[in-house]
Nanobody, 125 residues
Framework: QVQLVESGGGLVQAGGSLRLSCAASGRTFSGYNMGWFRQAPGKEREFVAA????????LYADSVKGRFTISRDNAKFTVYLQMNSLKPEDTAVYYC??????????????????WGQGTQVTVSS
C-alpha cells in the first residue's frame, strides 16, 4: 500500500503557473504508474495527466496538453505536475493517484488504486 500527499496548490491569476507535488510513502513508489486528476464543484473527477513507472511514457488530457507537464523523481518518491498558462476553468481540487497494475499509464479514474487527499487550485480571471 502507498500513501499519497499532495502540496503546491493555491490561488493564481490567469496566465500564471503552479507546480503541484505528490509525495509517496514507501519504497515501492517506482512500482506504480502515477496520475493526476481534478474535480471541480458539481462535476465528476476527470483525468489530467499520467506517467509510467520509469517516467518514459506520459499521457495528457486534451484540455491541458501543451500547458501542463507531468514528471516524477523515483529517488524522492515524488510526482509533479507543472501547470503553466493557467485558465479559470483549471480551478479544481487536484488529486494524485497510484495504479499498481502493469502496462502503460491510463486515464480511467477507476483503474487507480490509491489516492491522495487533494490540493485546491484556484485560478482567478
Amino acid at each position: 500500500q502507498v500513501q499519497l500527499v499532495e502540496s503546491g496548490g493555491g490561488l493564481v491569476q490567469a496566465g500564471g503557473s503552479l507546480r503541484l507535488s505528490c509525495a509517496a510513502s514507501g519504497r515501492t513508489f517506482s512500482g506504480y504508474n502515477m496520475g493526476w486528476f481534478r474535480q471541480a464543484p458539481g462535476k465528476e473527477r476527470e483525468f489530467v495527466a499520467a506517467i509510467s513507472r520509469s517516467g518514459g511514457t506520459t499521457l495528457y488530457a486534451d484540455s491541458v496538453k501543451g500547458r501542463f507537464t507531468i514528471s516524477r523523481d523515483n529517488a524522492k518518491f515524488t510526482v509533479y505536475l507543472q501547470m503553466n498558462s493557467l485558465k479559470p476553468e483549471d480551478t479544481a481540487v487536484y488529486y494524485c493517484a497510484a495504479d499498481r497494475k502493469y502496462g502503460n499509464p491510463v486515464s480511467d479514474v477507476y483503474e487507480y488504486d490509491y489516492w491522495g487527499q487533494g490540493t485546491q487550485v484556484t485560478v482567478s480571471s
